[in-house]
């Protein structure tokens, strides 16, 4: 086993490339200002850096030595920043190395503003295998280089996966694929494999606050988000008001949060939720329950948002979707839709995707928003927020 430091360490043997940046070294990546090589170099100098927009890389030295600062997703909620220590993360470094034989070429999608983009880029680097970035992938020249890197081990979210697949690219040097960040529905998970063929998928959930909570396996049933993630305990109130609330105990919980609050974030001892619901099958599978801004009930008739998504995303050239409802005065709920589209995208076409949707569940309007509009988070999810402000009131 790699025996490892108790900050980051930029390993000698790592390197970093990105569109238009040949490999790089971490000193060749200082000279050059690399917020990548900022935040490492911070970090190790004992101060507690946070990934900003348009690669900048702020301080706090109020903080203990070995700490630092990371993003929330934001789906639909304001983003925060958490606070936690770099042995957090460096603890599943050691389970994610225990895992390769040799040196890997690491894909990272996304802005590094998000923990899983940053968590993959520190993981990589630290461990001494080379990583190519791809902030955003819209152009053929950052398919190119992305292709001719010949990736073996990447991160990725489902989001993710659906652009990449647009553009037609297939990686069979891809060997591992840990998939985060979102549901990894039967669809998503077939362009997957034809983007990756030889790859092993691993879907695993967690946050920002927790890490890595469960990975599933070849074995893991529909539905379920697998087993309990190596070194990590998890357990689900079987009694009172919070029934089948999940708390989980692990070496990978952050401390606090740096910035922001959520009243659904619970510390209990060592115990930690966030305010998620689930069940434990005697297998240890953990299946979740969906949660209450996912879920339209009308008439007393209740759907999931993502029932509704999945069927809008068979229809032809729709590369993503998104449901919400807003709230209306003269019944429960109006339903609204967006799709993503990568060429003509017929009316038709996505009701009939919704024929088998009870018909009061179906939306009113479905907007077709073209793929390079379509906005996303530097999580790689949807920006839900920002699609809600631009047509809630049209």
Known sequence: MLKLASLFKWHIEARYSALNVKPCTFSEAISKNFAIATFIKKVSEGQCPLMLDFDEVETDNSHTIGVFRTKTGGTSKEPKSVLRTTQSWIKSFEVINSLQKEK???????????????????????????????????????????????????????????????????????????????????????????????????????????????????????????????????????????????????????????????????????????????????????????????????????METYEIEDKLKTAENVIDAAVWKIENQLSDYRIVAAVATNGEVYSDNLYDALKEINPIFRPKKIYKISLNEWPLLSSGKTDLRALKSQHHDQ
């Open 104 to 302: 890997e070429n690491y894909l990272i999608f996304g802005d590094l503003t998000h923990s899983l983009a940053l968590y993959g880029m520190v993981e990589a680097l630290y461990l001494g295998h080379n990583v190519h970035h791809v902030q955003k992938l819209r152009s053929k020249s950052e398919v190119k280089a992305l292709v001719k890197f010949e990736p073996t081990f990447i991160y990725i979210t489902p989001t993710q996966i659906r652009f990449v697949s647009s553009f037609l690219i297939n990686l069979p040097s891809t060997l591992h694929v840990f998939v985060g960040g979102g549901r990894l529905n039967s669809q998503t998970r077939e362009m997957a494999k034809q983007i990756f063929p030889n790859a092993v998928l691993n879907l695993f959930y967690g946050s920002s606050e927790t890490s890595f909570i469960t990975i599933s396996d070849e074995f893991t049933p529909v539905g379920s988000v697998g087993k309990a993630f190596p070194n990590v305990k998890i357990k689900v109130e079987d009694s009172g008001p919070h029934e089948k609330r999940i708390w989980v105990k692990s070496d990978y919980l952050f401390l606090k949060y740096a910035q922001g609050s959520n009243k659904n974030v619970v510390w209990q001892d060592d115990w930690l939720t966030i305010g998620e619901y689930g069940k434990i099958d005697t297998d240890g599978y953990l299946f979740l329950l969906s949660e209450g801004n996912s879920r339209i009930t009308i008439a007393d008739t209740t």
